[in-house]
């Protein structure tokens, strides 16, 4: 499987170093620095160590690049831009390279999956790569186990590609973002013109997309709602959201959680059918409406609502998971 990173490259050029440095820097938080010569990342990493990015290298840097070690351009480098008392005391590895914005059209291919920095590369600034990537596993994991114990209809591997090329779109939307940020901060220690400090709301709302959890997968295939007759949707966790309280929830399964009364037929045939794979449990503290039930998936996103929980509804269900997931009873 062969695919193009499509997007574009930032200019300049950046080190990546791990390095021990004597500094008064909080440990529990990364720390960026903006300053006329550029900017400087510190990521507190164990033993006392840091992750650091130094950029961007202008062309007495480069030539410096060129003819010494990167060990020496990046306590040189560390040394020009901060001038508080931080003191290089050790660099462990180091090396240049050039920030990407991009991803790739396909993500499958058959048996073939792409994750991580194989199908989708963004600037290191907030860590939304990682995350990234790690929510690349997540995605595919819980589908490839169903799939290998033949409980998986195809649309359930077909998922993975659509639900993660739109979370992907949205990880590049959201680093750029923060690219802007730190670039805009550079900018104004140039000029000495501040930035407009950002709202309490706006600095809530980049932190819950900095750890991705306004990811959505609405619009999935695998993903659906039933809404009875005259019924408003219910509040938000909404179908495609991630279930706030999945934590609480343990094992792997999918989980039917039921808030108020619900058709009792309907409930039993779910519970046959779909052993093993469905386990159905009382919700608490859920939707206001006064019957609903909500299908969180093994990855925590809520796959299924139905409002009501009624006859109707469970039927609905119970297509739903037929669309994907193979019943222990037909």
Known sequence: MAEVLEGFT????VLAADVRVRCDLARDASNMVATPEGFVL???????????????LDDGELAHLARASPSEVVAAGIGRRITADVAVEDVGWATSFHMHQRV?????????????DAGHLSSPFGGEGLNAG???????????????????????LESFEIERLAADHHVLEVSGRIDGLVRAAVQAARTGVPTSPATPAQRAALARSRCLLDVTYAGSPIVGEHLGPGVEPPPPPGPGDRFPGRTTLTGTEHYLL???TADAAGVERLHRRWRGLVDIVGGTGGPSA?????????????????????????????????????????
Do not use: C, M, N
């Open 10 to 13: 930032y200019p300049g050029t």
């Open 104 to 116: 790739v059209p396909r993500l499958a291919q058959g048996r073939r999956f792409l994750l991580g």
């Open 290 to 330: 006064s019957s609903s039930a909500l299908l969180v998936r093994p990855d925590g996103h809520v796959g299924f609502r139905a409002t009501p929980a009624d006859a109707a509804g469970l039927a609905a269900l119970d297509a739903f998971l037929d669309s994907y997931l193979v019943p222990v009873s037909i």
């Open 42 to 56: 510190l990521v507190p990493l164990p033993d006392e160590r840091w992750l650091t990015f130094i950029g961007d």
């Open 134 to 156: 790690l929510h690349d596993a997540e995605d595919i994991a819980w589908k490839l186990a169903l799939a290998a114990r033949g409980r998986g209809r195809p649309a359930l």
């Open 258 to 260: 039921i808030f108020g």
